[in-house]
């Protein structure tokens, strides 16, 4: 499946950004759908996942009631609403693609988006 993740952008420190991820090539409601990313000198470390239906969703603990997952299977794309959002929260987001069900280790994704820039100014 290929992904294409877009959306990112330049925000002020109390904002809000939506990131959309676009799928194609297989079927989208056969894959969890997971939420990542970069900071600048750091590891990739996971943000989100949500299940094949969108009926269960887990965080990162440090983004839990801030950053909604949803995805829409009838338009293969999934979302990252992320809320009060903090300059910490800089970084390269990915989308991924995974067959398995509570994996926050990004090894279990298979597939890849090409990454989206948000920058929060303080």
């Known amino acids: 499946v290929q992904l294409q993740a877009y959306g990112g952008g330049l925000v002020q420190a109390g904002g809000s950004l939506r990131l959309s991820c676009a799928a194609s090539?297989?079927?989208?409601?056969?894959?969890?759908m997971g939420w990542f990313r970069q900071a600048p000198g750091k590891e990739r470390e996971f943000v989100a996942s949500?299940?094949?239906?969108?009926?269960?969703?887990y965080y990162a603990d440090v983004v839990e009631g801030h950053f909604t997952i949803s995805r829409d299977n009838t338009k293969a794309t999934v979302y990252l609403q992320m809320n009060s959002l903090k300059p910490e929260d800089t970084a390269v987001y990915y989308c991924?693609?995974?067959?398995?069900?509570?994996?926050?280790?990004?090894?279990?994704?298979?597939?890849w988006g090409q990454g989206t820039l948000v920058t929060v100014s303080s």
């Open positions: 991924a693609a995974s067959s398995r069900w509570g994996k926050r280790d990004p090894n279990f994704y298979d597939y």
């Open positions: 949500i299940n094949w239906s969108g009926g269960s969703a």
């Open positions: 090539g297989r079927t989208f409601s056969n894959y969890v």
